[in-house]
Each structure stands twice: as structure tokens, then as C-alpha cells.
């Protein structure tokens, strides 16, 4: 189990971007991840970023989004570029598959068109 705290989180008009970070001890050792929710839509895979720094993002996203990571500070970052509306959601990071007891608060981010 791994405590994380997502930041970053804002709102922003649409064209935008953004970027919202996740902190927790042991990030550094873990595949990371975001994932999403959007309201009244379930929880989705956004980006992961290995160990190593070996990336994916989702189909949809590829090219607007990117993910990184700064092991010696056990961070993990989304950009997210050119934002749409249809980007408004809470944004969750967790491990790559994700693990039910991280889940933390997640960050609110709301494009506004």
C-alpha cells in the first residue's frame, strides 16, 4: 500500500493546460499511473509511466497528454496540453495495475468551454 496525494488541480479554459502532480513515499519503485473519472462516468486509465520511465497513454489522449516521473523525489507528473471540456474530471494516480487501498483523494480539474 502506498499513500498518495494528488496536486495540481484547477480550472482552465478550454485550449489550456495543466499540469497535476502525485507525491507519495515509494513511488520510485512502483509503475505508476493516472486515471480518471469523469461525473457519472466510471473511473478510467488515462497514462502510465514505468520505473524506468517507459510511457503509454491512452489512444484518445496520445499527443495532448504526457506523463513523467522524478524518482528521486517520488513524484509523478501528468501535462496535459489543449485541454476540452470533455477533459473535467477528477484525476487519481495510483500503481500500474492499480491497487484498491491507494486511492487517494484525487485532483478536480475543470475545463471550461
Known amino acids: 500500500q502506498v499513500q498518495l496525494v494528488e496536486s495540481g488541480g484547477d480550472l482552465v479554459q478550454a485550449g489550456g493546460s495543466l499540469r497535476v502532480s502525485c507525491a507519495g513515499s515509494?513511488?520510485?519503485?512502483?509503475?505508476m499511473a493516472w486515471y480518471r473519472q469523469a461525473p457519472g462516468k466510471q473511473r478510467e486509465f488515462v497514462a502510465r509511466?514505468?520505473?524506468?520511465?517507459?510511457?503509454s497513454v491512452a489512444n484518445d489522449l496520445r499527443g495532448r497528454f504526457t506523463v513523467a516521473r522524478e524518482n528521486a523525489k517520488n513524484l509523478v507528473h501528468l501535462q496535459m496540453n489543449n485541454l476540452k471540456p470533455e477533459d473535467t474530471a477528477v484525476y487519481y494516480c495510483?500503481?500500474?495495475?492499480?491497487?484498491?487501498?491507494?486511492w487517494g483523494q484525487g485532483t478536480q480539474v475543470t475545463v471550461s468551454s
Open positions: 495510483n500503481t500500474y495495475p492499480p491497487n484498491t487501498n491507494n
Open positions: 515509494g513511488i520510485n519503485t512502483r509503475a
Open positions: 509511466i514505468s520505473i524506468t520511465g517507459v510511457t
